[in-house]
């Protein structure tokens, strides 16, 4: 019988992407998802990509009762990897409580129904925010550097959800876990079934970079050129949405074969390589032969300067690497942007 594994917010961009690959590695995956960021089909498209269908419920994981009601009906659950959140920045500024509410009670319904079900372990999707900006000597940034007051709720609520799973572990819940820290994810399955949708005008750069490019925005805004960094613009670590899906089958297995060496581990999941924006943009233009209408802007307000991640952990003790290079990413995002044009979605 194959390994039961609960995957929240799996029908969303990086958990899409993660349950083709549990699939590919013989896991049986049961989603759910609220579907307040994602649509139903998408459980089509990993199918399409994996020929297996995953178990879909259309749940809130605020909604405890229900969430019992489903580790219920799919006995045996052996672990859990916990997407589902509401992740826009400038949104969560706006409406601090829906976040904290959505964010913060998802993650305690969760860590108290697993010891009621008999689910051992859990991974979660935390993110560089909780760096802020990394002290010079601290760049790359590896997973004991100092983390920073938030910038944003949204960066509050990942901050409070590691203290969260740290207490809860700390009380005697008999939960291991791994926290990953993810850096900038980018790009699409190569198969471009599955993808990132961004809704309404993306904030993130390479979504705005591929609509730009297909004729959707006029111009991308490039958020300060004045920066200290070699050309003035702000440097991210952009990991590949593949390669950052496998590590959490790498994490899962860790959990499952009890390889942890603590019950709370950390790990950032990124290249290793900063790219500033600009570059970034070229490598897209060199990639595709398409030109990207861009112009200088003011800085936006939060921006970090500079980070990108030490993945040495992650590669040392997880034995995970990032294999996708820059170009081939923006190649598949630049894919899946024709695919929306072709489906008449974007
Ligand atoms: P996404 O919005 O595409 O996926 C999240 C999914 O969770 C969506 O399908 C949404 O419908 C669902 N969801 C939200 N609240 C829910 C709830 N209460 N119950 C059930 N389902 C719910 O986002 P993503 O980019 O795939 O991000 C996945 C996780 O990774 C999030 O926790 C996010 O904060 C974290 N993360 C993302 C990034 C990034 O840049 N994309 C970076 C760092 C961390
Ligand atoms: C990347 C770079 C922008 C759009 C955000 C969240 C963070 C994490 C990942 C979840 C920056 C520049 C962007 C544009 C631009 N998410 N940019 N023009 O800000 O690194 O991180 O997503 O945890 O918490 O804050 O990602 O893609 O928005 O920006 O110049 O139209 O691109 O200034 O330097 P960011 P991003």
Known sequence: ?????????GTGYIGSHTV???????????IVDNLSNSSANVVDNIEKVSGIRPH?????CCDLSGMDAMFTKYKGIKAVIHFAASKAVGESVQKPLMYYRNNIVSLINILDLMPKHGVDGIVFSSSCTVYGQPSKENLPVTESAPLQPAESPYGN?????????QDTVKSGSPITSILLRYFNPIGAHPSALIGELPNGVPMNLVPFITQTAMGIR?????????????????????????DL????????????????????????????KGLS????VKTFEEVTGVKVNHKIVGRRAGDIEQVWAN????????????????????????????????????
């Not at 083709?20 to 049961?30: H, P, S």
């Not at 609520?157 to 799973?165: A, D, L, V």
């Not at 496998?246 to 290249?271: P, W």
């Not at 952990?313 to 995002?333: D, F």
Request: net charge negative; charged share 30%; with cysteine.
């Open 218 to 242: 006029k111009e991308l805004s490039i958020f300060g050129d004045d920066y200290n960094t070699p050309d003035g613009s702000c440097i991210r670590d952009y990991i590949n949405v593949v």
């Open 20 to 30: 083709v690959e549990l699939q590919n590695n013989g896991y049986e995956v049961i």
């Open 56 to 60: 879909f419920e259309k749940l809130d």
């Open 157 to 165: 609520t990942k901050q409070i959800n590691e203290e969260i799973i």
């Open 311 to 346: 993945p040495d952990k992650a590669n040392n003790v997880l034995g995970w690497k990032a294999e996708c290079t820059t170009e081939e990413t923006l190649e598949s995002a630049w894919n899946w942007q024709k695919k929306l044009r072709e489906l008449g979605i974007q």
């Open 245 to 272: 899906a496998k590590a959490h089958v790498v994490a899962i297995d860790r959990i499952l074969k009890q390889k942890q060496l603590e019950k709370v581990e950390f790990f950032n999941l990124g290249t290793g």
């Open 1 to 9: 019988m194959k390994t039961r594994i609960l995957v929240t917010g």
């Open 277 to 280: 924006v600009l570059e970034l």
